[in-house]
Nanobody, 119 residues
Framework: QVQLVESGGGLVQAGGSLGLSCTAS????????LGWYRQAPGKRRELVAV???????HYADSVKGRFTISRDNAKTTVYLQMNSMKPEDTAVYYCNADVQNGLVVYDVWGQGTQVTVSS
């Protein structure tokens, strides 16, 4: 089993920066990818950024050039550095792990952390 614990988040002014981190524990070797999703009020949860076990990264178009996803060498902690933030970045941010157990692939989610960008 994999567990995810997030930290970071909070309130920032437009144009400012904020960082999130997420630490995974448990069956780390079963993780295919770690990523960040967000969900704004009344909207669907959407992918923000993901980093695969091989180190490849993918970003939503809305955050390209502003957000950076990275992880530690042990592949247990994933970070999201958010720069040049906009009010539309306001959402609950969730850490996600894509986990594989044999032929079964499933998602594990963190508890979520609120990010609010004031204009």
């Amino acid at each position: 089993q994999v567990q995810l614990v997030e930290s970071g988040g909070g309130l920032v002014q437009a144009g400012g920066s904020l960082g999130l981190s997420c630490t995974a524990s448990g069956s780390i070797s079963s993780i295919n990818a770690l990523g960040w999703y967000r969900q704004a009020p009344g909207k669907r949860r959407e992918l923000v950024a993901v980093i695969t076990d091989g180190g490849s990264t993918h970003y939503a178009d809305s955050v390209k050039g502003r957000f950076t996803i990275s992880r530690d060498n042990a592949k247990t902690t994933v970070y999201l550095q958010m720069n040049s933030m906009k009010p539309e970045d306001t959402a609950v941010y969730y850490c996600n792990a894509d986990v594989q157990n044999g032929l079964v692939v499933y998602d594990v989610w963190g508890q979520g952390t609120q990010v609010t960008v004031s204009s």
